[in-house]
């Protein structure tokens, strides 16, 4: 795909601990990589939240811990330096629960609370569950993948057009 300044750049952050989510980012990156959208994958400790890369879109990645993004991911987004505008989507690892627990968990809600105080504006989210602490993902994993790549991509179209 190309944009006004050359080819379209997504960088997506994960804070995976037991691989589910870096095995999401993966697939995300194939299946954008078939559509002709780079993908960089890189892990939260990797990278200086003041010193972002340039993209045409971000993608942060938590598991759930507590009801919660991990520690460290809440730190990153605390501390990321991105102009007001900027698009980002979101993808979580988490796992199923019931009811009463769904009502606390407050994954997604608070990286996007984290991420408009930036100004910075959510295209999608979604997110992929695991059937234990340490994984499997559930079976129709890669569908959840696809469904938020194309969402993402509309959202790239979008801006391009
Ligand atoms: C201490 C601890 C607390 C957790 N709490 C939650 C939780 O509140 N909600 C949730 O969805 N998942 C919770 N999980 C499970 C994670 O969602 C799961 O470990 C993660 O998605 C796996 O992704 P990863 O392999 O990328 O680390 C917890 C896991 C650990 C180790």
């Given at each position: 795909m190309e944009g006004a300044g050359g080819t379209t750049k997504i960088e997506y952050f994960h804070a995976s601990k037991y691989g589910n989510g870096a095995q999401v980012a993966e697939e995300f990156q194939k299946q954008m990589a078939a559509r002709g959208v780079a993908v960089t994958v890189r892990p939260i400790r990797d990278v200086r939240p003041r010193e972002m890369p340039p993209a045409d879109l971000y993608v942060f990645s938590s598991p759930g811990r507590l009801g919660k993004p991990t520690w460290g991911m809440r730190r990153f987004l605390k501390k990321v330096k991105l102009p007001a505008g900027t698009r980002y989507a979101l993808l979580t690892t988490e796992m199923p629960t019931p009811e009463e627990r769904r009502e606390w968990q407050r994954v997604i809600p608070i990286m996007n609370q984290m991420l408009q105080e930036k100004g910075l504006v959510k295209v999608a989210e979604s997110e992929v569950l695991v059937t234990a602490i340490k994984g499997?993902?559930?079976?129709?994993w890669q569908k959840k993948v696809q469904a938020f790549a194309s969402q993402v991509l509309m959202s790239l179209d979008s801006q391009l057009r």
């Amino acid at each position: 795909m190309e944009g006004a300044g050359g080819t379209t750049k997504i960088e997506y952050f994960h804070a995976s601990k037991y691989g589910n989510g870096a095995q999401v980012a993966e697939e995300f990156q194939k299946q954008m990589a078939a559509r002709g959208v780079a993908v960089t994958v890189r892990p939260i400790r990797d990278v200086r939240p003041r010193e972002m890369p340039p993209a045409d879109l971000y993608v942060f990645s938590s598991p759930g811990r507590l009801g919660k993004p991990t520690w460290g991911m809440r730190r990153f987004l605390k501390k990321v330096k991105l102009p007001a505008g900027t698009r980002y989507a979101l993808l979580t690892t988490e796992m199923p629960t019931p009811e009463e627990r769904r009502e606390w968990q407050r994954v997604i809600p608070i990286m996007n609370q984290m991420l408009q105080e930036k100004g910075l504006v959510k295209v999608a989210e979604s997110e992929v569950l695991v059937t234990a602490i340490k994984g499997p993902l559930q079976e129709d994993w890669q569908k959840k993948v696809q469904a938020f790549a194309s969402q993402v991509l509309m959202s790239l179209d979008s801006q391009l057009r």
